[in-house]
Each structure stands twice: as structure tokens, then as C-alpha cells.
């Protein structure tokens, strides 16, 4: 079955950019959408098709992927993207989630 | 705005069956292309796709729990409903339903808040 590998852990200064990446053999060439879960909320995509904001997620989210890794970056970083993100591609028909990455705001 | 709602038992035994039932407001499960599926989040773990199905009854599981899950969906009452055989401890997680919509490729675009189903004697 297809793994996705993710840092388990990240920390950010408020402010600054932080790159969260998903690895996986050919990762490339698949697309990958990424999601952020915050305690006591719906989880929310924020990227889909590898670097595609869906409506009201904010342009501070960008997404990209080649080779075995693809990178969701969040720039300027605010208290409010303290979260888990996890990366998501389908293997045939079969949902594959990334193992997931917990961001901590400074 | 589609909004999706978990609902069900909270506990249940061991090896009995969890079921579950996902309330879809805000749109149709009868239209578009879309697919309806579960995923769940055990405590301090990663998330893990269980299945999902078409509005038409078509359905793909997780291999590793393909044995033990039916996914199935009424549309007349615009829910989906999720039932996991010989339950055990390892099944002790968050379930969350969401969308899954076709737009190049397939994502999950509206989610639940997620229901916590404990499995204990």
C-alpha cells in the first residue's frame, strides 16, 4: 500500500513561512490535497490538486509537488494556523492519508 | 453551504457492530457526481479513510478493514450510514463523514465536526 511521510512536528515564529512536507515514492506525479484539523472544529481542506486554495482559505496557503515530495507552505503565519495537517492522495480507489504534522505558532 | 452531521452511540461493546449515520444539509446526496465518505482519527494518531459510496450504491473500502465495513446511503432521507463489524479497542476513535467532490481529482471538500465512539465493556 502507498505511504505518505510527514514531520511530526514543526514549530513557526509568528510571521514567518512554514514548510510542511509529504513524501512518497513518485509523489509527483499523483495530486495531493492537504487538510488542517483544529480541536473542536470540522476538519478544512486547504489545498487541493496540489496547490489549488478552494474558496475563503487564505492566499497565505500555497501547495506544490514534484518528485517524491510535495510542500504545503504557509507564509506569513498567524496563532490561528496552529493546527495538524495532514496530506491526501488516492491510490486507485483507495484514500491515502499522510501521517500527519503538528504546526506550533511562536 | 453543505453541512454534515455525525450522529450515533458513543459507546459501544466489544465485538459488537458500530453504527453510525452521517445527516447531509445544505445540498442533495442525489446530485452531482459526488461520493460520501467516512475517515476516522484514533487519539493520537493520524486520520485513516474508511470508505465511501455513490449516490447509485457503489462503494470502495480500505482494504484493511474491508472485511468488517458496509458503507450504505438512503438517499430519501439524505444520509449515509456506516456500520463496523467485531468492534475492538484499536477502533476506539473520532469518525468524521465528509464529501467527496470531483474537480480534476477527487478531495474532501465539506466535512463533519466528527463523533467520538469508544469501544468498552
Known amino acids: 500500500s502507498y505511504e505518505l511521510t510527514q514531520p511530526l512536528s514543526l514549530s513557526v515564529a509568528l510571521g514567518q513561512t512554514a514548510r510542511i512536507t509529504c513524501g512518497g515514492h513518485n509523489i509527483g506525479s499523483k495530486n495531493v490535497n492537504w487538510y488542517q484539523l483544529r480541536p473542536g472544529q470540522a476538519p478544512a481542506l486547504v489545498i487541493y490538486r496540489d496547490s489549488n486554495r478552494p474558496s475563503g482559505i487564505p492566499e497565505r496557503f500555497s501547495g506544490s509537488n514534484s518528485g517524491n515530495t510535495a510542500t504545503l507552505t504557509i507564509s506569513r503565519a498567524q496563532a490561528g494556523d496552529e493546527a495538524e495537517y495532514y496530506c491526501q492522495m488516492w491510490d486507485s480507489d483507495t484514500g491515502v492519508f499522510g501521517t500527519g504534522t503538528k504546526v506550533t505558532v511562536l | 453551504q453543505v453541512q454534515l452531521q455525525e450522529s450515533g452511540p458513543g459507546l459501544v461493546k466489544p465485538l459488537q457492530t458500530l453504527s453510525l449515520t452521517c445527516t447531509v444539509s445544505?445540498?442533495?446526496?442525489?446530485?452531482?457526481?459526488?461520493?460520501w465518505s467516512w475517515i476516522r482519527q484514533p487519539a493520537g494518531k493520524g486520520l485513516e479513510w474508511i470508505g465511501r459510496?455513490?449516490?447509485?450504491?457503489?462503494?470502495n473500502y480500505n482494504p484493511s478493514l474491508k472485511n468488517r465495513v458496509t458503507i450504505s446511503v438512503d438517499t430519501s432521507k439524505n444520509q449515509f450510514s456506516l456500520n463496523l463489524t467485531s468492534v475492538t479497542a484499536a477502533d476506539t476513535a473520532v469518525y468524521y463523514c465528509?464529501?467527496?467532490?470531483?474537480?480534476?481529482?477527487?478531495?474532501?471538500?465539506?466535512w463533519g465536526r466528527g463523533t467520538l465512539v469508544t469501544v468498552s465493556s
Open positions: 465528509a464529501r467527496v467532490t470531483l474537480l480534476g481529482d477527487w478531495f474532501f471538500d465539506f
Open positions: 459510496i455513490h449516490k447509485s450504491g457503489t462503494t
Open positions: 445544505g445540498g442533495s446526496i442525489n446530485s452531482g457526481s459526488n461520493y
